[in-house]
T-cell receptor
């Protein structure tokens, strides 16, 4: 069945460090891929998405590229800020949504 | 005002009690979903509805039921709550007219079953 595996956390970085959170997926067909972010006490919000192979989703300095050959959709940001501290979820839609377990990111000043 | 609202936000109940969690949306979306979130497990789909007359089971529907009272309302019931249903519950909506199935989440309901 369809599934998403993402890097276990927690991840702790200093401000301005480079961030990578790995995500790989298993799916039949061609799913859409997403990264959602959950800030403390809130529901999930869409961060970025990609609908086909080689598409790059980007938002707020975060990027992820849909890599069909490696079935991956890794999240990256060149310089993290304290305000990026949150839980990040990788997800796919094929067509029902499947979420990864989430990766908690803490950015320290 | 929030587009997707959930009531109550927090609930503590006892084993065996019947509980209803409610979700309302003002986004005009046809599709609505109920998920539960557990530490280390991410979100798992309980039930989903693509329109008022459509109800579908998700990954973990056992012990739950739902009702789609209107396009804007989707309720989740636990007929006889048990402690392992303690979790954070999220309602979400999506628009089938948009190519990608972006979901919009409510703020969540924290349920504790003693």
């Amino acid at each position: 069945g369809n599934s998403v595996t993402q890097m276990e956390g927690p991840v702790t970085l200093s401000e301005e460090a480079f961030l990578t959170i790995n995500c790989t997926y298993t799916a039949t067909g061609y799913p859409s891929l997403f990264w959602y972010v959950q800030y403390p006490g809130e529901g999930l919000q869409l961060l970025l998405k990609a609908t086909k192979a080689d598409d790059k989703g980007s938002n707020k300095g975060f990027e992820a590229t849909y890599r069909k050959e490696t079935t991956s959709f890794h999240l990256e940001k060149g310089s993290v800020q304290v305000s990026d501290s949150a839980v990040y979820f990788c997800a796919l839609s094929a067509p029902d949504m499947r979420f990864g377990a989430g990766t908690r990111l803490t950015v320290k000043p | 005002d929030a587009d997707v609202t959930q009531t109550p936000r927090n609930r503590i109940t006892k084993t065996g009690k019947r509980i209803m969690l409610e979700c309302s949306q003002t986004k005009g979306h046809d599709r609505m979903y109920w998920y539960r979130q557990d530490p280390g497990l991410g979100l798992r789909l309980i039930y989903y509805s693509f329109d008022v007359k459509d109800i579908n089971k998700g990954e973990i529907s056992d012990g739950y039921s739902v009702s789609r009272q209107a396009q804007a309302k989707f309720s989740l019931s636990l007929e006889s709550a048990i402690p392992n249903q303690t979790a954070l519950y999220f309602c979400a909506t999506s628009d089938p007219n948009v190519q990608t199935d972006t979901q919009y989440f409510g703020p969540g309901t924290r349920l504790t079953v003693l």
